[in-house]
């Protein structure tokens, strides 16, 4: 089995300084939200630090994030649960309906959590092993391959010609289209069964008793090499992993770093429409807010204590306010930073400056086939001042503007994929305008392009 060390779950620990300088790769401006989603992170590490005791005093300063759409609340809740390397989820507040009418229950965001976390424990222990499962893998086809080669010649410990020929040649990918037999456990499959919320604990006792059925048998199946490789490797992964001792890490590190996104808060606040409406959203409100100040929920895996995941809600709170939403649950989300809109410069920077900014993805994707473009700083500019523009005309909806703009000024050069024999196309103003001059000019054309 492979182990699982007890861990906090942070594997690389940042201070706020550090994990502003990490979002700043990836998010242009914000930096008063930057800072306070840094200090709660940095919050859970100091509290791990501390006695038992005292640790369960301390509760998560829960966040909420006001601001337009587009500005990147969603992408700043991302970044910083991959930074941390917790279990994440992003969930709309509107898909939830309080207890008794038809739509998800709020106790389903904690077991989505749990789910997150449980592939995050297996994906890390499964790259920790990946050489021997790999090894293991690559014995079994090779055994299907070549039947018997596994006996040994010319003295103990030299593999045969014959399978080391077959070895070469299957590392290479030289073999992946060949059709081979191969036996598989119905286990390795999974057997996955949908319970009603609050009767996870039927799907493990129901799942145990599948497996000391048929679904235990080893099957034969006939398969390209290739599939049939990743089939095994995830049969290997499931033999060598204590799924026991996984579980029981995926529960630790989603009571102690897990961390949740809750958007579109805002629609769930009181409004002065109707007053079923009314009823439904306060529901919704009274629904959360034990979640967030701490409860337990059964899932498949166990039973989880909410009291120290990290909540982190936004929305654009147009039509309502903050001051809108349950006292109580104002009370929950006591640190608020405000997201600014962005602006033509803003929108020139998202185009540039990021890790894998935009007009290096659209670089890269058309460098796949052979096309070289070459985003100018002028060209980049005119594309900024456009999106600003259709944001001011039509409806602002942040920096999502700029990749429907890349889209349609991209458009003829992503359909035709025609290589300029080793010329670079230089993506200018003149270009720009050229390729969106039209329907920037025609405004009705324009609310449903751009």
């Known amino acids: 089995m492979i182990p699982i060390p007890e861990t906090n779950g942070f594997i690389e620990i940042l201070k706020p300084q550090q994990i502003v300088e990490e979002l700043d790769k990836h998010i242009i401006g914000q930096r008063s939200a930057k800072v306070a989603l840094a200090i709660a992170l940095r919050n859970r590490w100091r509290r791990m ?7 369960a005093e301390i509760q998560p300063k829960n966040i909420l994030m006001i601001g337009p759409t587009g500005v990147g609340k969603t992408e700043l809740a991302r970044k910083l649960a991959k930074l941390a390397k917790a279990p994440f989820i992003k969930v709309d507040a ?38 021997l499962i790999i090894e293991l893998a690559e014995e079994r086809i090779l055994d299907a391959l070549i039947p018997g080669s596994q006996a040994m010649e010319q003295g103990e410990g030299q593999e045969s010609s014959s399978r080391q020929v077959f070895r070469k040649k299957l590392r290479e990918g030289a073999l992946d ?13 999974g057997v996955e069964i949908m319970a009603p919320p609050g009767l996870e604990e039927m799907t493990s006792q129901l799942q145990q008793m599948f497996s000391s059925t048929n679904f235990g048998k080893p099957r034969k199946a006939k398969m390209s090499v290739a599939r049939a490789f990743e089939k095994i490797k995830d049969e290997e992964a499931t033999k060598l992993l204590d799924e026991e001792q996984t579980k029981q890490q995926a529960l630790k590190i989603t009571e102690q770093t897990g961390i949740v996104f809750i958007d579109e808060l805002d629609k769930v606040a009181q409004s002065n429409e109707s007053h079923n409406a009314g009823i439904s ?27 120290h995941i990290l909540f982190i809600a936004s929305g654009a709170f147009h039509l309502a306010k903050p001051s809108d939403l349950a006292p109580e649950l104002q009370g929950r989300l006591p640190v608020r930073v405000e997201l600014s809109s962005l602006g033509e410069q803003e929108f020139e920077r998202i185009l540039t400056e990021p890790k894998n900014s935009l007009c290096r993805q659209y670089e890269q994707l058309l460098a796949v086939e052979g096309v070289k473009v070459e985003f100018k700083p002028c060209g980049v500019k005119r594309i900024a001042a456009l999106a600003q523009d259709f944001n001011n005309q039509i409806e602002n909806i942040g920096a999502r503007r700029l990749h429907t703009i890349m889209e349609k000024l991209l458009e003829s050069i992503s359909f035709d994929c025609v290589e300029e024999n080793g010329n670079v196309l230089e993506i200018d103003s003149h270009y720009v305008d050229e390729q969106l001059e039209d329907i920037s000019k025609k405004d009705d054309l324009s609310r449903f392009i751009l």
């Open 177 to 189: 289209e060949k059709e081979i037999e191969v036996e598989l456990s119905n286990t390795a499959l």
């Open 49 to 55: 630090q501390l006695s038992e005791e005292m640790q």
């Open 281 to 307: 959203r306060e529901g919704v409100q009274r629904d959360l807010l034990p979640l967030i100040e701490g409860c337990s929920v059964s899932t498949k895996y166990g039973v989880v204590r909410t009291d």
């Open 94 to 131: 509107t898909k939830f309906t309080e207890v008794g009418y038809v739509g998800r229950d709020v106790e389903s965001i904690v077991r989505d959590l749990v789910e997150a976390a449980f592939r995050l424990v297996r994906a890390e222990k499964v790259r920790e092993a990946d050489a």
